[in-house]
Structure formats: structure tokens, C-alpha cells
């Protein structure tokens, strides 16, 4: 019997090829479009996944409040938290803080690198995070002052073959023994981990609660009302840092923030890394259902429209005495070997386009995800649902058909039995809603897609309020000395001298870097004025003048006062912070932070980050010993291989043993929009597949309609109608439905796509003519696919139209 089955259902298959080959195509599509979807989507939520106890695991996150407002939120704590949490309170089994160490060169011998990616830890780090030793005692391995694990890749890097046990490398000038090593950190968390180094000794490292600069987690054991616990330690600042509190308004509140929802849900001030985007993840969810949903309902409209077409032959086996169920397993076995066909070409599609769908989305994602997330079982779950759900209905109609009903309608007169199968089969109303559902899901994707771009071309074309173009940065030295500003001021003046470069200026940050340096500040002028926390960088005299920077209100340092060690420059939300009424009546005051400084200018403000974040209050301090950058005005873009060589034989002049690293600061600063620029180009791609795929079944349906009205064509050219007549005709009615999918997704877009630009502080907003161009390209698309039929079926002969019935 299965067999004989298999033999008819893959003649029925074969029977109308075009049908077969759309189906298949479209299946294939939207399954390869899931999987790749399903690929990334696991590998975003896999992240930090790996840790043992991971459940328990949580980061301290600070929210900061000034003046009844919340300032800030900060990933990073103070490095007090940790001891007093473990004294403290019993539910915490133990604590871990990691101090980010910035960028420095490690030195070994001869070998010296810039490395990004290391920490100052406990050395209980090794109980919270999944840290494979390859060498060494992980219960011991940081114990000790200036010790130091590196990863193998690291290891490789200064030692090569030899055993990096045992040997010293220099982190600056301080000398650190390695005692461990250990496999390459899993990319696939929030941290990336090179090196550890043994946890800072300095007093304010272990007890301030002030400098809060450290990443501090928590272990929890097992059992643990988490809320109860979180309101315990809520204002746990306020017990030992009462001063904090003084202020009306100010405090300090501790959250509890789960480790494994970092990566998605996190977008604090001094995050470890860039995290990614839950909303993002969300959102490609629904688009990867989408297109699975939409090629599923080509196969249903094609099985329903063909109907008609095996209405006969299901009277034909009925009267042979066929029964229903046999009926429905043959239906729904064709439906089996569609898709399998489908699943199998979709693996293959995945196959080949891996490598670049992996460079679209920036994430290492490989086949390895199936085994390790197992991810066959959703994989398979969606073929078995996909199967069930395109075989059912057409399955449960086609067996339902009455064998006198399908027989006594003979195709030529429309007998009332006829009637009521056609009432029967019901397929306008349902092919009609559907199509309503593929277009209208495509409108919302193409929507998106234009509303992501035009967000992107806002932040990129945005006033900056500096001078971005033409500028090379190159990374101040790693090891210093007494001497480094002077060799600074020298290597600078150097490469103006001899016209390497137009302007030349050192700082602390440049834009697009996060400022981490943080200080608490207030008007010594008002008694009772309150204290807040500002973010401090530093220039050197010709910063503002190297990036073009507008001053609001006084002047910029000058080598001409020789007191502006002592002076300070503000921007124009930390004068407002600070409750002048206007930047002019902030000259001449005295600020108290660490020091006293007196307000020598106000810069007008200027986006130090992405368009994402607002403007923070920001002091600059006059620090030429701090050029931690230097920004170096290029003459032009041309020759730029010669530029860079004479700008690096002048470095390594002045700053032997450094390695030289640089940056376009253009292309550094629109960094920060990668992530909207992938989601941009993902959204694109699958808006793009949608399209196609509600196409492919529309272009069928055409072809179909155009068959079964092939008579009615050509009495209605022996009566004279034209061509265009006829194609308006037949095209009708599917652009009437796809009119009623723009009406319908266009509110869901505008809603959806609001929701979206409330995570930029700069945004536009969604612009009519998004909706316009988005309803004219789904139109003038579903137009394209359906006048290619009509106007074939229009131009066929009406002697040969009335002769093929």
C-alpha cells in the first residue's frame, strides 16, 4: 500500500512541474531562510550559557541618581561591594571582581604587543567562569602579587614553542610571573579574556567605595529568593557611604543584573563589551516565521487552487472504494515528500551561503551550533509542522469532495452539484486572506528596512559638532617615563614641521571612545550647591583648534596662562548640570573636585559617542602629559601609504619599543553603527526573500487563474476587448489584495518601527513617504508578476483559447 502510494503521490508531483518546482523553490527558501535565522538567533542566546552554576551567577550594576534623576547606569561597581557581600549576607556563597585594564603593551624579551583584552581579578574568577587550564593551578594562579595567566593564543604570541611557565613579562614597567595558561576564551561571551592579571593591592581597590571602576559578581546559593535578596542590598551604599546621601536627591542604588541576560538586555556606561541587541534577535525571530509562514502559504493556495483540477479523480477513487482516511494519508504523503525535497535543497542553500550570511552578521556561526544547542529538534519540529500544516487542510478539502458532486459536473455547464463543490472547495475567501498576509508581512519587513537605513544616514550625517574628516589616530605610547610629554610635544611639533601633517594635538579620549574617567564635582561658589558625578578627559593646548570645536562661552587653554594647569574647560550639559543660567556666568568659578579648578571656558556640546547615547556632562582638564591619542589632521587622503610610513618612522623616533597602532577616526567613529548596519543589511536580505517567495506564489496563482479562465478570454477578444482590458482583468483582483495588505501592515510598521528608534537618544521619525515608497515597490512588484501572465493569457489566440475546452 505505501508503495502504491509513494507511486501516485509522486506522479501527482510531477504531473504539473511548474506548480511542483514554485512549491519546492518557495519551501526550500523560507526553510534555509529559517535555519540561518535559527542559527544566529541560538548563538546570541547561547552567550555566557557555558558557565557551571550559571543560574546563579549575577553582576552588580550601579545606578547613580542626581537630583531625583537617574544620571547614570553603570556595569561597574565599587570595589568594596564584593568583600561586603560576602561578610554581609549568607545567601552570597562567593564574590569576583575584574578591573579592566584598559590598553597596554606586555613586553617579553624583545616582543612587545598593545593587548585589549585583559583584566586585573581575584583569583575566585575561576569559580564563576568556565576557564579552561591547560597549564597551571587554577586554585592558586592569582593568589600571589604580580602573577599573571595569558591564553594559549596569547602564549603563542610572546613565547612560541616554549613553556611559558615560570617566565616574566612586563605589563609597562611592572614585571609579572605566568603561572598559568589557559584554552582561548569562548567568543560567545560578554567578556573577552586574554590575559588575567593577580587583583590589584592598593588599598582603594580593596575598600573604596568611591572609585567604581570594577566588574563585581555574585554567587548565589541555590534556593535564593532573588528579590528578597535584591531589596536587601538596594541601598547598601547608603550603610557605608553615607556621604553619597548628604545631597537631596543623590544616592546610589544596587541591582542584581543575571549574567546570562547580559549580552541581550544590557546597555549600561562601561560595559566590558558591546552587547547585542535583544530587540534585534526579537525582531529576526519573527522575521525568520515570517518567511517560513509565507512560503507555507503558497504551498496551501496552490493545493486549494488546484482543487478543481483533482476534484475527479478523488470521485473517480471514492466510486472504487476509497475511503477518507486512505484519502487524507495520500495528501498528506505528498505533503511529506514536497517538503522533504524542500529540506533537503534548504540544507544545501544553508551550505553554500554559511560563509556569507557569517560576514553579514559579524558571528562566527558554524554547523557545530546543530550538535551543541541541538538544534536539530526545533529543526526537525518545524519540518514536522510544516508538513502537517500545508497537507492538512488541502488534505481534509480535497478527501471531502461528494464522487456525484465531482461527477455529474462536467465542466462545460454549471450544474448546481458543480456549485456546491466549487461552494465546497471555499478556496477564493481563504487564498484571498492569505495573500493578504504574505504582502502584508512583506510591506512591514520593507518598511523596516527603509526606516533602519534612513536612522543609519541620520546618524551618519548628523553635525557632530567636530572636524571628523581626514584625521589619523595614532595610540600614545605604552611605556612612559618623566620625559613622555616632552618627547609628546616633540613628535607632534616634528610632524607639523616637516608638513607629514596640517595639525597635530594629544588627549586622553577621542570621540567615539567611552569616557571612564569619573569624578564627583560641585560650585564652590554656592554653599549648598550639590555634588555630581562628571565625566573628565583631557587636551593638550591645541585640541580644540586641531577638531574644529565651537566655543560657547570664554576661551580654550593658552599657553599664554600659565595657571591653566589649574583651569577647566565645561561642556554646555555640565554648565546646565551644574545650574548656571547660562554658559557666560560659568567663567571665572571655582569648581571643586579632587582639586580646586577654575572655569577658564564652556565648549559647546559635541557627541563624544554614537547618536545612540546623549550628551554627558563633561570637564576637560589641561593634561598634556595624558595624550593617551593623538589626533593628526592629514594634508589629504592621497599617498596615504607614504603619509603613514614617515608619521611611523617619526613614532618609533621618539617612542622606541612602543608598538605603532592607528585609526581613521571617520571609520572608528561610525563603528559604533555596525550593529544597526548588520541589522540593517539581515533585514534587507530576508525582506528581500519574503518578497520573493510571496512572488513565486503569486506568479503560480496568475498562471492558474489565467488556465481556468482561458475560455472566458478568448470570448471576451471575439467580442473585442483589448489587451489591456483583459490584463486589467485578470490583475484586479490580487491588487485589490494587495492595497487591503498595505492598509493593514502600514500601522503595524509605524507602531513596531517607533518602538524600535526609542534606543537612539537622536532619532527621526518615521517618515510618510516611508510608507508610500514601501506601498509602491509591493505593488509595482505584485503588478510585474501578475502582467507577465495576464498578458500572455491576453495575447493567446481566441481560436486556440476556445478550442483547448
Not at 710 to 735: H, M, N, Q, W, Y
Request: contains cysteine.
Amino acid at each position: 500500500m505505501l508503495r502504491n502510494n509513494l507511486k501516485i503521490a509522486v506522479r501527482n508531483l510531477l504531473r504539473n512541474k511548474p506548480f511542483f518546482l514554485i512549491n519546492t523553490l518557495g519551501l526550500a527558501i523560507g526553510i534555509a531562510a529559517c535555519l540561518l535565522i535559527l542559527q544566529y538567533v541560538t548563538f546570541e542566546r547561547s552567550y555566557d550559557a557555558f558557565h557551571p552554576d550559571i543560574d546563579n551567577i549575577y553582576r552588580i550594576e550601579l545606578d547613580s541618581y542626581q537630583n531625583g534623576k537617574l544620571a547614570f547606569r553603570s556595569a561597574t561597581s565599587y570595589p568594596a561591594i564584593a568583600p561586603t557581600l560576602k561578610k554581609d549576607f549568607p545567601e552570597v556563597v562567593e564574590t569576583a571582581r575584574l578591573y579592566d585594564a584598559n590598553s597596554e603593551v606586555i613586553t617579553y624579551n624583545n616582543i612587545n604587543f598593545r593587548e585589549d583584552n585583559f583584566y586585573f581579578a581575584d583569583n575566585s574568577v575561576f569559580d564563576f567562569f568556565k576557564i579552561d587550564f591547560l597549564s597551571g593551578d587554577p586554585k592558586n594562579a592569582l593568589t600571589e602579587k604580580n602573577t599573571v595567566v595569558l591564553s594559549e593564543t596569547v602564549a603563542s604570541r610572546y613565547f612560541g614553542k616554549e613553556d611559558p611557565l615560570g617566565k616574566t613579562i612586563k605589563l609597562g614597567q611592572e614585571p609579572y610571573l605566568v603561572k598559568g595558561i589557559f584554552a582561548d576564551y569562548p567568543k560567545n561571551s560578554h567578556l573577552e579574556l586574554d590575559l588575567l592579571f593577580s587583583y590589584r593591592t592598593e588599598p582603594d581597590a580593596q575598600t573604596s567605595w568611591g572609585w567604581y571602576d570594577f566588574f563585581t559578581y555574585v554567587k548565589l546559593r541555590p534556593g535564593t529568593k532573588v528579590d528578597q535578596f535584591q531589596a536587601k542590598i538596594l541601598n547598601l551604599v547608603r550603610q557605608y557611604n553615607p556621604d553619597r546621601f548628604k545631597t537631596p536627591g543623590n544616592r546610589d542604588e544596587l541591582l542584581l543584573q543575571p549574567v546570562r541576560d547580559i549580552h541581550l538586555s544590557s546597555q549600561l556606561n562601561q560595559e566590558a563589551e558591546a552587547n547585542g541587541n535583544g530587540k534585534a534577535v526579537t525582531v529576526l525571530s519573527i522575521i525568520a516565521l515570517f518567511i517560513l509562514v509565507i512560503a507555507w502559504i503558497n504551498y496551501i493556495n496552490l493545493a486549494t487552487a488546484r482543487s478543481m483540477d483533482r476534484a475527479k479523480e478523488v470521485g473517480v477513487r471514492k466510486v472504487v472504494g476509497a475511503e477518507r482516511p486512505q484519502l487524507i494519508r495520500q495528501f498528506l504523503l505528498e505533503s511529506f515528500l514536497l517538503n522533504l525535497l524542500a529540506a533537503v535543497l534548504a540544507v544545501v542553500i544553508v551550505l553554500v551561503s554559511a560563509p556569507y550570511f557569517n560576514q553579514l552578521t559579524g558571528r562566527p556561526l558554524s554547523l557545530q551550533q546543530w550538535f551543541q544547542h541541538d538544534l536539530w529538534l526545533p529543526a526537525v519540529a518545524v519540518f514536522s509542522l510544516g508538513t502537517f500544516l500545508t497537507g492538512l487542510y488541502p488534505a481534509f478539502l480535497l478527501s471531502g469532495f461528494q464522487p456525484i458532486a465531482v461527477l455529474k459536473g462536467n465542466g462545460t455547464v454549471a450544474t448546481r452539484p458543480l456549485s456546491r463543490l466549487r461552494s465546497l472547495v471555499g478556496g477564493a475567501s481563504l487564498r484571498q486572506s492569505l495573500i493578504v498576509f504574505q504582502f502584508a508581512a512583506s510591506v512591514i519587513l520593507i518598511i523596516g528596512t527603509l526606516t533602519v537605513y534612513r536612522q543609519l544616514q541620520y546618524m551618519q550625517e548628523q553635525d557632530l559638532g567636530f572636524q571628523i574628516a581626514q584625521k589619523l589616530i595614532v595610540r600614545g605610547a605604552g611605556i612612559r617615563d618623566s620625559t613622555y610629554e616632552a618627547r609628546a610635544n616633540a613628535f607632534k611639533q616634528e610632524l607639523v614641521r616637516t608638513n607629514v601633517v596640517q595639525k597635530a594635538t594629544g588627549s586622553a579620549y577621542v570621540p567615539g571612545i567611552e569616557i571612564l574617567w569619573t569624578n564627583g564635582a560641585r560650585r564652590l561658589d554656592l554653599p549648598d550647591a550639590p555634588g555630581n558625578i562628571f565625566y573628565f578627559t583631557s587636551y593638550d593646548y591645541d585640541f580644540v583648534e586641531a577638531y574644529g570645536i565651537e566655543m560657547a562661552a570664554g576661551r580654550n587653554f593658552s599657553r599664554s596662562f600659565g595657571e591653566d594647569r589649574k583651569g577647566v574647560l565645561l561642556n554646555e550639559t555640565a554648565a546646565k548640570l551644574l545650574n548656571f543660567n547660562n554658559p557666560e556666568e560659568a567663567l571665572g568659578k571655582k569648581i571643586r573636585t579632587w582639586d580646586t579648578l577654575t572655569v577658564v571656558g564652556v565648549v559647546k556640546d559635541y557627541h563624544q559617542q554614537g547618536l545612540q547615547k546623549g550628551h554627558s556632562p563633561m570637564m576637560i582638564r589641561l593634561l598634556p602629559d595624558n595624550a593617551n591619542y593623538f589626533s593628526l589632521q592629514l594634508n589629504s587622503y592621497d599617498q596615504l601609504d607614504q603619509q603613514l610610513a614617515k608619521v611611523k618612522a617619526t613614532y618609533a623616533e621618539f617612542f622606541p619599543g612602543n608598538p605603532f597602532d592607528y585609526f581613521f577616526l571617520d571609520s572608528f567613529f561610525n563603528e559604533q553603527y555596525k550593529a544597526e548596519q548588520q541589522f540593517g543589511r539581515v533585514c534587507t536580505l530576508f525582506a528581500c526573500l519574503a518578497i520573493f517567495i510571496a512572488c513565486l506564489g503569486l506568479f503560480a496563482l496568475t498562471t492558474f487563474m489565467a488556465k481556468q479562465r482561458t475560455k472566458e478570454i478568448g470570448i471576451r477578444k471575439v467580442l473585442g476587448a483589448s489587451v489591456p482590458s483583459l490584463v486589467e482583468l485578470l490583475s484586479r483582483d490580487f491588487l485589490k489584495l494587495v492595497l487591503v495588505a498595505i492598509i493593514i501592515a502600514s500601522p503595524i510598521a509605524w507602531f513596531a518601527m517607533n518602538r524600535w528608534l526609542l534606543d537612539f537618544a537622536y532619532h527621526i521619525g518615521v517618515p510618510w513617504w516611508t510608507f508610500v515608497l514601501a506601498g509602491a515597490t509591493a505593488i509595482g512588484i505584485a503588478l510585474l508578476t501578475v502582467s507577465f501572465q495576464s498578458i500572455k493569457a491576453a495575447l493567446m489566440n481566441p481560436v486556440k483559447s476556445l478550442r483547448s475546452e
